[in-house]
């Protein structure tokens, strides 16, 4: 029996599909798959890419921008500041975001910058995503992960 997922963000519901077979996303506390049937729990959640699975075939990958994720055998419900489904990223504007950001880091690395360009880098990885039959969310964060063209010189 395939389970209910909600993905939900102050300014909208970005996701609610009552025919989710799997989703895979990083809490904070690590990778974390849920099936149907997942024993309850809740957990703070990281930036990163979530894998969606259902429908049987379908696939699809979000942005969810940390926040909470409350699990129950029958669904999953998830609030956050900001999640974008990866067709909806407006990829110009993520570039644009990281290299404000960089730009900001290489003046004074602060933790707003950091997220900033971490926010970003999720994003265009999602993107860069749009199409790729395996997907495996990174654990590794961090400036290396920017293209080289818009690496701060
Ligand atoms: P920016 O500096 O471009 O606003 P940000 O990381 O500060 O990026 P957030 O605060 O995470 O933005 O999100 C603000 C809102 O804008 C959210 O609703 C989020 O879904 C949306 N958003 C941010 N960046 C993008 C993007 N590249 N494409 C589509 N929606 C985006």
Redesign the pocket.
């Known amino acids: 029996m395939p389970f209910t997922l909600e993905i939900i ?1 102050p ?1 909208r519901v970005v996701l609610h599909d009552d025919q989710t077979d799997f989703i895979q996303v990083r809490g904070k506390e690590g990778e974390l798959g849920v099936l149907p049937g997942h024993t309850p729990l809740f957990t703070a959640l990281a930036d990163d890419l979530m894998i969606v699975r259902s429908h049987g075939d379908r696939e699809d990958i979000v942005t969810v ?1 940390g926040g909470f994720m409350d699990v129950r055998p029958d669904r999953v419900t998830i609030l956050s ?4 489904l990866a067709a ?3 990829e110009v ?2 570039r ?2 990281a290299e404000r950001a960089q730009l900001e880091i290489d003046r004074q690395r602060t933790a707003e910058a950091e997220g ?1 360009l971490e ?2 880098l999720v ?1 265009l990885r999602a993107v860069e995503s749009v199409g790729r039959e395996a997907i495996r969310p990174s654990r590794v964060h961090g400036a290396e992960q920017i293209p080289p063209d818009i690496r701060g010189k």
Do not use: F, H, L, V
Not at 81 to 84: D, F, G, Q
């Open positions: 963000t300014g921008m500041p900001a999640a974008e909806e990223i407006d504007r993520a644009q975001a900033a926010r970003a994003r």
